[in-house]
């Protein structure tokens, strides 16, 4: 096991994926697909823990889209993957040659031919929100966690006020890729202590000695980590409702979210 898998703090990392990839391929430039592919496998190795899947997760960063605030042609972003972003987690990676960085350079071209970009701002389907909240509270069962103003667990959050926080786009990505929500405050971690025995609970705080959880049984609990043996972050709780829900359904789950504002 691995000893510690600690997300890089202090930046939000609102993970928003894309829904359609199937959209308009057309591009000017030609990558090749050997390119691409080894690009996506680059990516995947050294990016995706903090720019995620579709390439939006770090706040305020969509290499989704081709509109980069700091490149704009293909040489500058090259440069950019490899001289870094002095004073931030963008650490240089000069161990990049230059066939490795056309890769990166393909495959983050072509994912921004792939979705559009602006991932929490496309348009959705909304369905019915009466239907959606049936969904919720039967079928889904996302009641079972979620409580909207009350009623559900403390280890979840309260979606009272969902539909005046987040973008239907972003909202119907939180149902279809739940894997890809790394929400700061929201994050479940397993701890195992030199025994052997393992906790999994909310992470309510951690610094360099000690971690406090919220245990699945809902109690408050503190480990030193002197005492344990490894503490990790777990993946999402949620399961994805992609193969479980019709697009009909998680439309009208999206309209009843959407709907969830505070007064
Ligand atoms: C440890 C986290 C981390 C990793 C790993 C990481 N980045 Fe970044 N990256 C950031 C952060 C944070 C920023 C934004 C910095 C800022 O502007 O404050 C950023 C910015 C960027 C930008 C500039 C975006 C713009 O709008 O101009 C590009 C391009 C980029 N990263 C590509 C990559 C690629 C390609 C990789 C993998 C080789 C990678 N990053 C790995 C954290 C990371
Ligand atoms: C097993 C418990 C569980 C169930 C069941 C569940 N969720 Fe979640 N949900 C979570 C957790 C944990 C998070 C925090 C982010 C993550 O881990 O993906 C979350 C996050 C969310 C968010 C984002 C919250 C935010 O603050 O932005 C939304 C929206 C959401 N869930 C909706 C739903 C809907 C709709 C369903 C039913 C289809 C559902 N959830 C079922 C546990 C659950």
Not at 124 to 138: E, I, Y
Request: proline content about 3%; some cysteine; glycine content about 12%.
């Amino acid at each position: 096991m691995s000893r510690h898998h600690r997300r890089a703090a202090g930046f939000g990392l609102a993970a928003m994926l894309l829904l359609s990839m199937q959209g308009a391929n057309a591009q000017e430039h030609s990558y090749t697909p050997a390119d691409i592919d080894n690009g996506r496998g680059l990516y995947q190795a050294n990016c995706l823990g903090c720019h995620g899947d579709q390439g939006n997760a770090v706040e305020s960063v969509d290499l989704s889209s081709n509109r980069l605030r700091r490149a704009s042609t293909d040489e500058e972003l090259a440069a950019l993957i490899r001289s870094g972003i002095p004073g931030t987690l963008m650490i240089p990676r000069p161990q990049f040659s230059d066939g490795e960085l056309q890769g990166l350079v393909a495959f983050l071209r072509t994912m921004a031919s792939q979705t559009g970009g602006a991932g929490s701002e496309r348009e959705v389907a909304l369905g019915d929100p009466s239907r959606g909240q049936q969904l919720f509270f039967g079928k889904a069962d996302c009641g079972s966690c979620h409580g909207v103003g009350g009623g559900g667990s403390r280890l979840y959050v309260d979606l009272a006020n969902i539909g005046g926080r987040r973008t239907p786009a972003s909202l119907e990505n939180a149902i279809l890729y739940p894997e890809a929500e790394l929400r700061e405050g929201q994050r479940f971690m397993q701890v195992v202590d030199k025994s052997g025995a393992a906790t999994v609970g909310l992470l309510m705080n951690q610094d360099t000695d000690s971690v406090q959880m919220m245990s699945l049984d809902e109690r408050l609990v503190s480990f030193g980590k002197r005492d344990l043996e490894a503490w990790n972050f777990l993946p999402s709780q949620m399961q994805s409702s992609r193969d479980v829900l019709s697009a009909e359904e998680i439309a009208d789950l999206v309209a009843y979210l959407v709907s969830l504002k505070a007064e």
